[in-house]
């Protein structure tokens, strides 16, 4: 996995862990190249977006309360940026604690740039990547108070075929990297809603061992520590790879 980067180091396939002795005592049923594939496939059939022609849209929705989760939303929209025809858009759900609260937690400023999203915004989407961090291995309170917004969105059915995807972030390791996301799916299912994890796509960086790296096969992920660890950039890239990753799946989809 480089640094800064979200595109697959290698697409030699893996037939097993890869270590010094040159294992191949536990297999692995995954290619290197999966995601490459995946964008090449899209790319081939669909020709460059012609100017004036609407983008498919991306929206990465996320709660960050000290800035780590936005910090894979921010270099996510980079990776779906970077499909032709397709742009991520940013937004933030509502903050349900006070100003006062936050102050006391010590919680930075929101980046005002990046806009609140209103729940009945959703239907405009074409993809949704949600971000959050766990709560005792489930979504935030504030993402959940997002999600029992959608309730007529819910009855309507409306976001129900929309491709949809999870990052999250962890204090620890053991903190919910998948189980934060694993438990999150039920509000897709009510929805109807495509839940899109990257699964192996990644490649050879889903296996590396010699750093600590939040992500799982169910999207990016980052660990927070005591609040003073910030995204490193193998966190950061797998971010960028799951942005790509959901631009694809949305093109083929728009092309069936």
């Known amino acids: 996995m480089g640094k800064g980067g979200g595109c697959v180091p290698s697409k030699k396939k893996l037939s097993g862990v890869a270590a010094d002795g040159e294992r191949d005592s536990v297999p692995i049923p995954v290619e290197v190249e999966v995601e490459v594939e995946v964008e090449d496939q899209v790319q081939e059939a669909e020709p460059k977006a012609a100017p004036g022609v609407a983008k498919l849209r991306v929206f990465i929705v996320f709660y960050s309360m000290y800035g780590h989760v936005e910090a894979l ?5 980079k990776g779906v940026d970077g499909v032709d025809g ?4 940013l937004y933030r759900v509502p903050e349900t604690l006070s100003p006062e609260a936050l102050e006391k937690m010590k919680a930075p400023p929101k980046d005002e740039a990046v806009p609140v999203i209103g729940a009945g915004e959703l239907v405009e989407a074409d993809a949704v990547l949600f971000g959050f ?3 005792y291995g489930c979504m935030a309170a504030q993402m959940k108070a ?3 917004a959608t309730g007529q969105l819910w009855k309507e059915q409306k976001l129900a075929g929309k491709p949809a995807g999870f990052f999250v972030g962890t204090g620890t390791q053991g903190g919910g990297q998948e189980t934060t996301a694993w438990t999150a799916i039920t509000q897709l299912a009510h929805h109807g809603m495509l839940f899109v994890p990257i699964g192996y796509t990644f490649g050879a960086g889903m296996f590396k061992m010699d750093e600590i790296r939040g992500g799982s096969p169910y999207g990016a992920g980052v660990f927070a520590g005591d609040g003073s660890r910030e995204a490193t950039d193998a966190e950061l ?3 960028e790879h799951q942005g790509k990753y959901m631009a694809a799946v949305v093109k083929r989809l728009a092309l069936a």
Do not use: I, N, S, W
């Open 73 to 77: 939303a921010k270099r996510m929209k």
């Open 133 to 135: 961090p766990t709560r």
């Open 146 to 148: 997002f999600f029992d």
């Open 86 to 89: 397709v742009e991520g858009v």
């Open 237 to 239: 890239a797998l971010a």
